[in-house]
């Protein structure tokens, strides 16, 4: 089948195009009786950019370009923040309100003269040296910048020294770190460090990411660094905290000798995926293992080395997309207020669903899905997994996975034969992409101005990936013998309700970043547009690597 042939029918497609599309009444004006600044303040807040320049102009009449802006357009989304904030308003939305107000900005720029210091202050945001995710920091970007704030974006995988450079070249007040790995955690320390070093601790710095605690910067961090640091949650604190930095207040809670420790309370906010970092300690073997079964049936090596797959019906792979993970995890759509759980389940199928369903149409000639994957003869030597050559004795590489300290002091060696049983056993892996064409299309969006679409983007890509690791997960599960337990609904494959286990390389059991090397040298998936970072990570970013383990006691546990 070649790569141009239509796999859908068009007649099918077009209907799907207009299946959610209803009969409005264009004859009501939503801005009826409403008074110039009423108007704005309404194309902000409900994000309608139908009639906006004409209702901008009307504003001039009475107004200066920059009064329009600080007076009233910067007003609604002061009222955008706050329906945020007090779960009213869902983020794709906040979203579509930004693109507004920067629609009505470029309109006015043109129209009024530079004024010198006119911005309400300035931040250089980065993701730290290593770190290829940017969704958290560009929606603070876009937040920050959409509330009259200037924002100097540098990027990705950005080192200290660049940071700091860029900070003066461009004279910014605060600088803002952004990551998602556990290492990155370590990396933001680093650099608050070399700050010190530097004595350019008069920077407050901002640093946000899903790695990271409350308790960690406020605490641990604030004790290092001389200057002032602030831990964000959200791109909403993130402009609370710039609103109390530039008003020449300190936010509360920010200084650790007024305000001793932060919350005990809160919990740990470790990403759930892509951890990155364990205590070394963990890799110790003292002998002592697990009580796991060491006689379960070897399946037959389907073949040995690595295949690949390039061809697939990505709405088949659709179905295997794990929609709680994209509404709620990815587009971050949450249950309003008073609303019950039944309610917010219809509401989100109608509301998340119309947006998935035109996703899926529109991405469908983006993504490029692809697959290597491949089985290894293997065993294990305490904590070490030793993978062999084809002929089942020279060693090709060895991994050394963290076992726990306690409880069922688990570790993924456990899951196979041992070196003293004198038998082969067998392990699976596989590297998955949609390829980085979704990428692409995320920074356009994102550089046009285009917000929503940015973030529904970013979650199919991340989550279409997802879908198909669990998808040829499958397939492997049916080559080696082991496909006993499949269940009946896809959505039980979320909950690995199967045989075996899919074990992604930076979750708990198998953290080490720097293992995916190993991997890239046993599937090798550079045919596939498959590389690796200097840092161990995957690229492109919609891409993940997985062992797969056939033992039936083998699920998901934490090391700690």
Not at 432 to 441: I, K
Request: aromatic share 10%.
């Amino acid at each position: 089948m070649s790569d141009r042939e239509c796999t859908y029918d068009p007649l099918i497609e077009l209907m799907a195009r207009f299946e959610n599309v209803k009969a409005v009444d264009t004859s009501v004006d939503p801005f009826e009786g409403l008074s110039v600044e009423q108007t704005l303040k309404k194309h902000i807040v409900d994000g309608i950019k139908k009639n906006l320049e004409q209702h901008l102009d009307d504003a001039l009449r009475s107004y200066e370009p920059l009064q329009v802006i600080n007076e009233i357009l910067l007003d609604g989304m002061k009222t955008v923040g706050d329906l945020f904030g007090s779960g009213k308003m869902q983020l794709p939305f906040v979203l579509q309100s930004a693109e507004v107000m920067k629609t009505a900005v470029r309109f006015l720029e043109p129209k009024m003269e530079k004024v010198e210091g006119s911005e309400k202050g300035s931040i250089l945001l980065a993701t730290v040296a290593g770190d290829v995710h940017d969704i958290g920091k560009n929606l603070v970007d876009i937040i920050l910048s959409n509330n009259g704030y200037r924002v100097v974006n540098i990027g990705i995988k950005q080192p200290v020294n660049n940071i700091l450079d860029r900070a003066r070249e461009h004279k910014v007040d605060v600088i803002g770190l952004s990551g998602l790995l556990v290492k990155s955690t370590l990396v933001m320390k680093d650099n608050l460090l070399e700050m010190n070093e530097r004595g350019l601790h008069g920077y407050p710095v901002i640093l946000g990411g899903a790695a990271l605690t409350r308790g960690y910067v406020e605490q641990d961090l604030r004790s290092l660094y001389k200057g002032n640091v602030f831990y964000a949650q959200d791109a909403f604190e993130g402009l609370r905290l710039m609103e109390a930095l530039e008003s020449g207040q300190a936010p509360l809670g920010s200084d650790p000798r007024t305000e001793g420790m932060a919350d005990e309370a809160e919990p740990t906010r470790v990403a759930s995926h892509r951890v990155g970092v364990v205590d070394p300690a963990l890799y110790v073997f003292d002998g002592v293992v697990s009580d796991v079964r060491r006689d379960v049936p070897v399946p037959r090596l389907p073949f040995y080395g690595a295949k690949k797959a390039t061809k697939f019906d990505v709405f088949e792979l659709y179905k295997f997309v794990n929609t709680v993970a994209l509404w709620r995890g990815q587009w971050q759509y949450r249950k309003p207020e008073g609303m019950s759980n039944p309610e917010f389940t219809d509401w989100l199928q109608g509301e998340a669903g119309a947006v998935f369903e035109r996703k899926k149409r529109e991405l469908a000639r983006v993504l490029r899905p692809a697959v290597k994957w491949g089985y290894f003869w293997v065993q294990s030597e305490g904590n070490d997994l030793i993978v062999y050559g084809e002929d089942a004795r020279s060693e090709r590489c060895r991994f050394t996975f963290p076992r726990q300290r306690e409880g069922k002091r688990l570790c993924l060696s456990d899951f196979f034969r041992s070196t003293s049983s004198g038998e082969m056993d067998v392990a699976g892996f596989t590297i998955v992409t949609v390829g980085g064409e979704v990428s692409e299309l995320e920074r356009k969006q994102f550089a046009d101005g285009d917000y929503q679409e940015y973030l529904y983007t970013h979650g199919m890509g991340v989550e279409t990936a997802e879908a198909l690791a669990e998808y040829w997960h499958q397939q492997v599960r049916h080559e080696l013998g082991i496909d006993d337990e499949e269940p009946e609904e896809s959505r039980l494959l979320f909950s690995a309700k199967y045989h075996g286990a899919r074990y992604s390389f930076g979750y708990p059991a198998c953290p080490n970043l720097e293992d995916q090397a190993k991997v890239m040298e046993l599937l090798e998936p550079e045919d596939i547009g498959i590389m690796l970072s200097e840092e161990f990570m995957l690229e492109p970013e919609q891409s993940t690597s997985a062992i797969i383990v056939h033992h039936p006691e083998a699920k998901y546990f934490n090391v700690r």
